[in-house]
């Protein structure tokens, strides 16, 4: 079994590409892996946040991971702030880095242009990134080419580590995650399915009300032609259609193309596909949010799990580095 890290924000809300895309896949995986699953609180302070909806997103995104299928006794799932020792590790990985590898970290160029207030930490969270890998001995990273570069810095920053210092870290690998599908907007089908909530009407949320699903479906973007076929690049509209009908019922969208004539009745069977797919999801969610306390008892849980692996890493950091043991 490789040992795999993931991290997700407690930020936005979690839609269908994220679980299509991303957490079905975790689901299958924490019985073939020892997966390692973070919620990156700290990393989501880079940009300033309301306390209690930090607060309560935290909660959130644990009880959707939860009633998506993550098992708290087969996986690691807890909040990054939990285990102290990221904060620590990620304080010596900017000692690691130059300022110029952080600075070509194409994310930091596009949310430093965008931000009214740019934070110090929106420069060095690469480093974090890297001590949140680099901490448990990962094997592997899923992660999409957007975060590819990322993952190379905690590479280089691993290896740099070991030059130095002797031979501390694994080098972790940047594993490009099985197909899935590419889910799109359901208003602006040429770009993906995003949490910033910019097209609330393109995006389904895995907790939205069934009748709210069924109503973006029924107002999908398509185009003036009648043809369904499965077309991606000259039909994005239709084409994201057959994709999540697809995934949401293990189909294949060029043979699901086939049984289409007209875009109405695709639009009806994606939206009660996709209703269908997320009911148990919904319905374990309710007993999860009716009972705050579990959710925190879950991530007490992972946290303890965490700390053996993570603290074990830090007395090898401290020792190399010639820091009093702790």
Known sequence: MARVFSGIQPTG?????????????????????????????????????DPAELRAKTLEVTQVLVAAGLDPEVCT??????????????????????????????????????AGFVSAALLTYPALQAADILLYD??????????????????????????????TFVIPAHAIPPVAARVMDLQAPERKMSKSLDSPQGTVLVLDDPKVIERKFTRAVTDSEAEVRYDP?????????????????????????????????????AAEAVIEL?????????????????????????????????????????????????
């Open 278 to 326: 997320l009911r148990p999801l919904q319905a374990r969610f309710a007993e999860l949010a009716a009972d705050p306390t579990q959710t925190n008892g879950i991530l007490a849980l992972g946290a303890d799990k965490a700390r053996k692996t993570a603290g074990a890493t830090m007395a090898r950091v401290r020792d190399r580095l010639g820091l009093p043991a702790v």
């Open 138 to 167: 990962t094997e592997k990273v899923p992660v999409g080419d957007d975060q590819r570069q990322h993952i190379e810095l905690a590479r280089d920053l691993a290896v740099r580590f070991n030059r130095r210092f002797g031979d």
């Open 233 to 269: 690049e000259a039909k994005p509209g239709v084409s994201n259609l057959l994709s999540i009908l697809a995934a949401a019922t293990d189909g294949d969208p060029v043979a699901l193309a086939e049984r289409y004539t007209r875009y109405g009745p695709l639009k009806a069977d």
């Open 13 to 49: 809300e979690v839609h269908l590409g994220n679980y299509l895309g991303a957490v079905r896949r975790w689901v299958a995986s924490q019985h073939t892996d020892e997966a390692i699953h973070c919620i990156v609180d700290l990393h989501a302070i880079t940009i300033p946040k």
């Open 77 to 114: 799932l807890f909040a990054q702030s939990q285990v102290a020792e990221h904060a620590e590790l990620g304080w010596i990985m900017e000692c690691t880095a130059a300022v110029g590898e952080l600075r070509r970290m194409t994310q930091f160029k596009d949310k430093s242009d965008t």
